[in-house]
């Protein structure tokens, strides 16, 4: 359990509770390694195993960069030896104008930053008017790309992308769709008249 507790640095627990073999925290802040970038945690209630494991309720993390990523859930679970936390539950991830939910999100780090985050059950990706859907998303936060998989579809201004697989980029507008289908809305394929 120490060790564990050491490897979390800059954590803040006001009360632990010792529950067997596991501690019981409340009021939870932890910075999940060093420096100004690394994740950080906060937990209401949080439970820390003698193996690094742990879970916690209800839960936000915090990635701090240009845009930051900030994540929340109903429930999370971490292991710190493979350098990842799971959130379960409504979870939400907003980096600027894009928003991320899901059932499940999973974010792995390397170092004291995230480089990966695959969202699973119900993903829907906003941003302005537009919303993608998927089965799965896959977001490579270094490069902002976020890949859609099992049945990806983008809805904006009544028009439908549906394909095989999708890529959206965080940073800019573009998409990249393979297998595709568009179906455009009616009034959008009627000619424009010309002004008097």
């Not at 480089?115 to 998927?134: C, H, N, P, Y």
């Not at 959008?188 to 008249?193: E, G, I």
Request: proline share 6%; net charge negative.
């Amino acid at each position: 359990m120490i060790g564990w507790l050491a490897a979390l640095t800059g954590c803040s627990a006001p009360a632990i509770v010792a529950r067997g073999p596991e501690a019981e925290l409340h009021g939870v802040h932890a910075r999940l390694g060093v420096g100004e970038q690394a994740p950080q945690v906060w937990l209401a209630s949080a439970w820390l195993g003698p193996d690094g494991t742990g879970r916690g309720s209800p839960a936000e993390a915090r990635i701090e960069g240009p845009t930051p990523l900030v994540v929340t859930g109903d429930r999370s679970s971490w292991a710190l030896a493979e350098k990842r936390v799971t959130f379960d539950g409504h979870v939400r991830a907003t980096r600027g104008e894009v928003v991320l939910t899901a059932e499940r999100m999973e974010l792995w780090w390397a170092g004291d930053k995230v480089d990966r985050v695959v969202a699973t059950g119900g993903v829907e990706v906003r941003r302005g008017d537009r919303l993608a859907t998927a089965g799965r998303a896959e977001l490579a936060v270094a490069t902002g790309r976020i890949d859609l998989r099992d049945h990806p579809t983008v809805l904006e201004a009544g028009n439908r992308l549906v394909g095989e697989s999708m890529a959206l980029y965080l940073d800019d507008d573009r998409l990249d769709c393979e297998q595709c289908r568009l179906e455009i809305e009616g009034e959008a394929l009627r000619p424009v008249a010309p002004s008097p």
